[in-house]
């Protein structure tokens, strides 16, 4: 397990647009409203670097800063 803190720089800001992988080959956008996420489940001293309202309503957490488990949204492609 990484330990990290809540000092360490990370990739997105809150209302940055993202995707999160929601299972293999499955990802789904939204827009990052949180950051160092945590709540009463979690192992004491863990924090999830991104809370994320997904655009069909759900909250999720990112448990990583990575490209695995969340990337920046592709800007929509220029018609």
């Known amino acids: 397990e ?5 000092e360490t720089p990370l990739r ?5 647009r ?3 992988c ?8 939204g827009t990052v409203i949180k950051l160092w996420y945590t709540e009463d489940g979690f192992a004491q001293g863990f924090y999830a670097p991104y809370q994320v309202e997904l655009d069909e309503g759900r909250l999720v957490f990112a448990p990583d800063d990575s490209d695995g488990c969340v990337r920046r ?5 220029a018609s």
């Open 12 to 16: 997105f800001k809150v209302g940055d």
């Open 2 to 6: 990484v330990l990290r803190s809540r």
């Open 22 to 29: 929601g299972g293999p080959n499955h990802w789904e956008s």
């Open 18 to 20: 993202v995707i999160c």
């Open 73 to 77: 949204e592709a800007p929509p492609e």
